[in-house]
């Protein structure tokens, strides 16, 4: 099962297969086993200004290609990505530790953006103006911002890009990726897809590093350079937006995030329970951005659900993620299991009561990974870290409110905007809540996520722009109006 039939060890420049000028390398881990993956070339800023430059020559070509040219090459990307589903699942699994199961739905879903972009790239439609003088016409155009530099997290492995590339390449623009460095084989059998679907040389290309920095100065200061689309901490896009202020890049990022799950009395019990259990623990083991961070229970129903919550979890099973029955993997390297430790033992030390769960796993299955236990922490204020903070791991702080105006006040006491989720059965909440919440998704009664066909996205410092739906592509054009005095 763990046997990967074509791993591709190799950066991708110009449409060739190449190693890091320097030579250097550095190894993938699997976090489940602590064993090294693959060995991969280490890129620097001289590997990251060739892909910029042979980009920037693509460029040329492809933003004139027709576009449903543009479209057929992501409709051929989907169905290869598709049939090669369970390849990529399995890296993924070894390099990431999502279980398989989980790692299948990653990839049909991150397939689903070339999809949807493919049919986008035919409606990248402009305007026709009315205007005021009878000798002059107006229209607007949409075109191209030029080569984008894209970086992506681990957690989403396959995901995470293609919402990026996608979008990039249908609206004409060519790309330079820098992968998470937990996750660059993922990348590369992508890259490998839209090779063998006939992509032209330079249209795409892939820098992988152990020194993210290096390579993220070059797409900063280099002129050729017009995008930066992001995808990871809240922390590293304010350091990529400054950086990009120099030359007024386009940005769009897709930061971190603090969701509250919001559970009325008046709910669907059982949907309410699954919901949550769901959302915190089965997407990458709690490592989402849109994972349930803060669990909020109406009073009168909150020792019901904390009961019926507890003995789910209890349920749930870890373990390395091509184990049969396997639903939570472990937590990606070692720095994140001492943080989400730190949280769980600093809420202990304010008063917060560990209702299962509550420290790392060390029997001997577990001994090499990064494995911590599925955690329900209940006696949780807002003055604890847990709540505070992106928690990244399978921890469910548990609080308690008893009306609506103090909880949406609570759920929105916080500087992340990302996700959030009620489950009530007033309509009239509905409406209430949905609009007063200050976050990109609220999911009602659905603890789903977003589709393809939503605009998805940050409020405040989750993030600047959207990915997916017909938002998507417009993040990778630029308003062209053009202005026409008619000879009289
Ligand atoms: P991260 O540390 O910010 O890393 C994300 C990417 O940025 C990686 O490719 C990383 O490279 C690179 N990077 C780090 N420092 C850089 C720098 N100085 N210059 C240029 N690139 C740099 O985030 P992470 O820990 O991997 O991912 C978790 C975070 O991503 C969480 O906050 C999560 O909420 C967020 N996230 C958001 C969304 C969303 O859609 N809003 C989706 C997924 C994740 P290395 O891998 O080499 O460090």
Known sequence: MTQVGEMIRQMYINGKWVEAKSGKTFKVINP??????????????????????????????????????????????????????????????????????????????????????????????????PSPAGSRRFWMIRQPVGVVAAITPWNFPATMITRKIAPALAAGCTVVLKPAEQTPLTALAITKILHDVGLPPGVLNVVTTLYPEEIGKEFLRNPLVRKIGFTGSTEVGKLL????????????????????????????????????????????????????????????????????????????????????????????????????????????????????????????????????????????TEEMGVTREEIFGPVAPILTFRTEGEVIERANNTNYGLASYVFTKDLGRVFRITEALEYGLVGVNDAAGYGHETPFGGFKESGLGREGGKQGIEEYTEAKSIVVNLPQ
């Not at 051929?76 to 369970?86: G, I, N, Q, S």
């Not at 699994?93 to 689903?112: M, S, W």
Request: hydrophobic share 40%; with cysteine; charged share 30%.
């Open 241 to 380: 937006m400054r950086g990009a202020a120099d030359q007024l890049k386009r940005v769009s990022f897709e930061l971190g995030g603090n969701a509250p799950f919001i559970i009325f009395e008046d709910a669907d019990f059982d949907a309410a329970v699954d919901g949550a259990v769901g959302m915190k623990y089965l997407r990458v083991a709690g490592q989402s951005c849109i994972c349930a961070n803060r669990i909020y229970v109406q009073e009168s129903i909150a020792e019901r659900f904390t009961k019926a919550y507890v003995e789910k979890v209890k349920g749930i099973k870890v373990g390395h993620g091509f184990e049969p029955g396997v639903v939570i993997g472990p937590l990606i390297n070692k720095d994140t299991l001492e943080k989400v430790d730190r949280l769980v033992q600093d809420a202990v030390k304010k008063g917060a009561k560990v209702a299962t769960g509550g420290g790392r796993l060390k029997e001997a299955a577990f001994a090499k990974g990064y494995f911590y236990a599925p955690t329900v922490l209940t006696n949780v």
């Open 32 to 129: 489940a086993t602590g064993e090294t993956v693959a060995e991969l070339p280490d890129g620097g800023a001289e590997d990251a200004r060739l892909a910029i430059n042979t980009a920037h020559e693509a460029f040329k070509s492809w933003s004139r290609v027709s576009p449903v040219e543009r479209s057929r090459s992501l409709e051929k990307a989907f169905k290869l990505m598709t049939e090669r589903r369970d390849e990529l699942a399995k890296l993924i699994t070894l390099e990431n530790g999502k279980p398989f199961e989980e790692a299948k739905k990653e990839v049909a879903f991150g397939a689903g953006y070339f999809d949807w972009f493919a049919g986008e790239a035919r409606r990248v439609y402009g305007d026709v103006i």
